[in-house]
């Protein structure tokens, strides 16, 4: 056993988690949704709103349920349930940036990981968020659990680790 003390990125720790549990969810059993109580009306270009009528299944598809209520407006109804304490307008105007990128929805799904990966970003504790003990605990439990959780969905490491010696270092220590 090496002594030493390992730091945590608990927002890129947590992002990389949802990410993919939503990526098994969307292949297995589709992802779990949430009505909205109160619909989100949400003001958009003519062009988003365009995209997000034409690409209502796809966006269904990750949990999200829009309607068009006008020429620059849409009302979103429903999330998944995992992000509903996620900033759900900001993360529909991402998500629909992400499809007018990809174009068709046949390259939608060819990139349906990368938007996932938007969606995580989205429903993931933000940097400054203090976590309790328990949380703690289980956001260290389910990075054991889950697939590369060494690295976040960008590729930026969730950890890193020091050791006794590279400590001592730091604080000037057998100089």
């Known amino acids: 056993m090496t002594l030493g003390l390992v730091i945590v990125d608990m927002h890129a720790a947590h992002e990389r988690i949802t990410y993919e549990h939503m990526k ?5 059993e589709g992802i779990k949704v949430q009505p909205l109580l109160v619909p989100i009306s949400i003001a958009v270009s003519e062009k988003e709103a365009d995209l997000a009528e034409e690409h209502n299944n796809y966006l269904q598809s990750l949990g999200m349920e829009i309607e068009r209520l006008g020429p620059e407006s849409i009302s979103l109804r429903q ?3 995992i992000l509903a304490n996620a900033n759900v307008e900001q993360l529909l105007r991402d998500v629909l940036s992400d499809i007018s990128d990809h174009g068709s929805s046949d390259r939608l799904e060819a990139h349906r990981d990368e938007i996932l990966s938007t969606m995580a ?3 993931s504790v933000r940097a400054n968020r203090q976590l309790t003990i328990a949380e703690m605990n289980a956001l260290l439990r389910d990075m054991e659990h889950t697939e590369r959780s060494g690295q976040c969905n960008h590729g930026r490491p969730t950890w890193v ?3 006794l010696t590279d400590l001592d270092k730091l604080f000037l220590r057998g100089q």
């Open 161 to 163: 680790q020091q050791n």
């Open 24 to 28: 098994i969810a969307s292949s297995n």
């Open 79 to 81: 999330v998944p349930t």
């Open 121 to 123: 970003c989205h429903g």
